[in-house]
């Protein structure tokens, strides 16, 4: 749904910043791969994913997402988010959380080195300790991550 907005640009001709926090985050990553499935590129200027619930080993779907967006996408992950850690690793059965290890950029793009600079993962253990901090100190957060917009 989040992608029939953004084709049909009820938003207007600006570009947009989508910010998300775990399964907002999640929503944002499918709504991403939605759209290069739609070859709609360049609607998303910057897509910020905070303590995301995704299989950060899934290099087609990171691929996908990092070329419809014009700018970036930031990854801010926790390996201190014992929430993340337990309930996702034990349901999705998936090792790798881009929400709480990062991404491994250089194993996604290892073909298209260009793109390297369009993903950006930023560890916030220093500001996140459990994952209700991604919601309690965004203000922090954004501070920390605006260097990357």
């Avoid at 590129?41 to 994913?49: Q, R, Y």
């Avoid at 950029?105 to 220093?126: A, Y």
Wanted: hydrophobic fraction near 50%; glycine fraction near 6%.
């Amino acid at each position: 749904m989040l992608a029939d907005v953004l084709v049909n640009r009820a938003h207007g001709d600006r570009p947009v910043t989508l910010i998300g926090h775990s399964l907002g985050a999640l929503t944002i990553f499918t709504c991403l791969q939605e759209l290069h499935r739609r070859r709609s590129f360049g609607t998303v200027e910057v897509a910020v994913l905070l303590g995301m619930p995704a299989d950060g080993a899934a290099n087609e779907a990171w691929l996908a997402a990092c070329q419809c967006v014009s700018r970036r996408v930031v990854v801010g992950y926790s390996m201190n988010d014992w929430i993340l850690a337990f309930l996702f690793r034990a349901s999705a059965m998936c090792a790798n959380l881009a929400g709480l290890t990062g991404l491994e950029v250089d194993t996604i793009f290892h073909k298209q080195p260009l793109m390297r600079r369009k993903l950006v993962c930023v560890d916030l253990g220093e500001i996140v300790s459990q994952h209700s901090d991604y919601l309690d100190k965004i203000d922090d957060i954004m501070l920390e991550l605006s260097r990357f917009f």
